[in-house]
C-alpha cells in the first residue's frame, strides 16, 4: 500500500488508534471513526470539545507522546507537517500515512483513499455528499472575477500556485492573481499587491485572524470579503458547506 506520495505504509489489517496530525483530516476521523481518534494536535479545534491526547502543533508534534499513544495509523500531510518528523515516527514502527491534496478533486481521491486503506474502513458518506456539492458547471468567463488571498501580514503573504484554496475558489468563479507565481505562498509588498488591481480580496481568518477590522483597511478602493478559513482550505466534511461560500461583498 502507499500513500500520497507513493511511500509504502505498512497498515494493520484492523485499525482502531488512529493519531491525526492535520486539523482537517482530524475533523473527517471525528466525523466517520470517532472512537478510533485518540490523539490530535492542539490546532484541531473541530469537532468542539474534542475529547483526545494532545500532541503539540503540526510542525512541533510530540514525538513521544504520540509513539505512547501506539496508533495503529498516523494520518499526516506534504504541506502541514514536516518530512523529518515524519520519518522518525517511521523509524520508531508507526505507520504514518501521508496526503497530499491541492485541488477539490485531489480531497475526493486522497480521502476516500485515505479511509479505505489507511483507516480501514469504507468511504463515509459526508465524501459523496461534499462530492455532489462541488458538481456544477465552470462559471462563464464573462462572469469571474479576480482576487488577491493574503495569508499573512508582517509580510504580507498570499496564496500563490498549486494549492486548495486556489482551486476551490477557482470553481467559484473567483481567479487567484497569484496563481501562476513559482512559489505556493510568496511574500508580495502590499504596494505590489495593490497595484495588481483585483477586482476582490478575499481575507480567511487562519493562519492569520484577518477579520473586519484587521485587512480590509490595507486594501482602500478594494472590495474585500472576509471568510472562514476552514471552509477556505480545509478538506473535510466543511467541503459541503465550502461549495456555497458566500463571496459577496
Known amino acids: ?27 473527517s476521523v471525528a466525523a466517520t471513526l470517532p472512537a478510533a481518534l485518540v490523539g ?13 491526547t494532545r500532541v503539540r502543533g503540526t510542525k512541533n508534534p510530540d514525538l513521544p507522546t504520540i509513539e505512547a499513544l501506539n496508533p495503529d495509523v498516523v494520518l499526516a500531510n506534504f ?13 520508531a514502527g508507526i505507520p504514518v500515512w501521508v496526503t497530499m491534496i491541492r485541488t477539490v478533486e485531489e480531497s475526493f481521491t486522497s480521502l ?14 459526508w465524501l459523496e455528499e461534499a462530492r455532489e456539492a462541488w458538481r456544477r458547471p465552470p462559471v462563464p468567463a464573462g462572469e469571474r472575477r479576480t482576487a488577491i488571498i493574503p495569508i499573512w501580514r508582517r509580510p504580507w503573504m498570499v496564496v500563490g500556485s ?3 484554496a486556489g482551486d476551490l475558489l477557482a470553481r467559484l468563479g473567483v481567479d487567484n492573481l497569484y496563481a501562476a507565481h513559482p512559489e505556493r505562498y510568496p511574500k508580495i509588498p502590499l504596494p505590489e499587491l495593490r497595484e495588481a488591481s483585483p477586482d476582490l480580496v478575499v481575507l480567511p481568518d487562519e493562519p492569520y485572524a484577518f477579520g473586519p477590522d484587521d485587512g480590509p483597511e490595507s486594501f482602500p478602493g478594494i472590495p474585500a470579503v472576509c471568510v472562514s478559513g476552514r471552509l477556505l482550505t480545509w478538506y473535510g466534511p466543511s467541503l459541503r458547506e465550502a461549495a456555497t461560500l458566500d463571496l459577496r461583498v
Open 162 to 164: 498549486d494549492t486548495f
Open 79 to 91: 504541506e502541514e507537517n514536516r518530512a523529518q518528523d515524519i520519518e522518525a515516527l517511521r523509524a
Open 112 to 125: 476516500a483513499r485515505m479511509f479505505e486503506t489507511a483507516c480501514r474502513t469504507g468511504s463515509p458518506a
Open 1 to 27: 500500500m502507499t500513500d500520497d506520495l507513493g511511500d509504502e505504509v505498512a497498515v494493520p489489517a484492523t485499525v482502531s488508534r488512529i493519531v491525526s496530525l492535520v486539523p482537517s483530516l482530524t475533523e
Open 40 to 52: 490530535a494536535t492542539d490546532w484541531c479545534t473541530h469537532p468542539a470539545g474534542l475529547g483526545v
